[in-house]
Structure formats: structure tokens, C-alpha cells
Nanobody, 124 residues
């Protein structure tokens, strides 16, 4: 059974930083892409960032380029999202997901297992 457990969310002031982690189990982690998505109240879930199976290729939403960095440690079965220069519009529940392929794609349908989410709140 695949399990994804996020951690690292919290409350931060605008301009601050947070680092999210997602620990995976139940699937050969190193063979699959990993993604981060977020969902704000009243909005659809949206793509944030993805990383391919080796960590050598990444993909970002335009809204977070230059501020967020996705990385992975295949030895620890963990993916990270470093979030800098946070803005109030970044407030959302953040979810990690494991891909159905090895490639860093942005579509929700490209991922088949999801974590429970971690709340990120950015105050102005």
C-alpha cells in the first residue's frame, strides 16, 4: 500500500520561508516522478512543482518559479519543497503525490497516490 506523509507546513509571515517534506512508502520511490500541488479554499487543486525519477529534471508553475525549489533524496524516499519569499497567495493546503510515470508532469491525472496535505498559511 502506497503511503505519502507530508510535514513542515505552518504559519509564516510574507517574505518568509518554509520547507515541506513528503516521505513515501509502498512503491519503488526512485522509479517515479513526484509532484507538489496545492488547494486554496474555494479553488481547484493546482500544480506547484514536479521532479523526475532521478531528480535531474524539474517543472514549476509560473507562479512559483524562482521562489520554490523541489528536490528529492531517493535513499530516504523523500521529496522536499523549499519555499522562499512566500506571499499571502501561497496560502493553501499542500499535497505531495507520486506519479504514474518517471517524468515531471503537471497534470493532476499524472499522479495516482496523494498525501493527506499540510497547511501553509502566509500572513501579510
Amino acid at each position: 500500500q502506497v503511503q505519502l506523509v507530508e510535514s513542515g507546513g505552518g504559519l509564516v509571515q510574507a517574505g518568509g520561508s518554509l520547507r515541506l517534506s513528503c516521505a513515501a512508502s509502498g512503491r519503488t520511490f526512485s522509479r517515479y516522478a513526484m509532484g507538489w500541488f496545492r488547494q486554496a479554499p474555494g479553488k481547484e487543486r493546482e500544480f506547484v512543482a514536479a521532479i523526475n525519477w532521478t531528480g535531474g529534471s524539474t517543472n514549476y508553475a509560473d507562479s512559483v518559479k524562482g521562489r520554490f525549489t523541489i528536490s528529492r533524496d531517493n535513499a530516504k524516499n523523500t521529496v522536499y519543497l523549499q519555499m522562499n519569499s512566500l506571499e499571502p497567495d501561497d496560502t493553501a493546503v499542500y499535497y505531495c503525490a507520486i506519479g504514474v510515470t518517471a517524468y515531471a508532469r503537471a497534470g493532476v491525472h499524472e499522479y495516482d497516490y496523494w498525501g493527506q496535505g499540510t497547511q501553509v498559511t502566509v500572513s501579510s
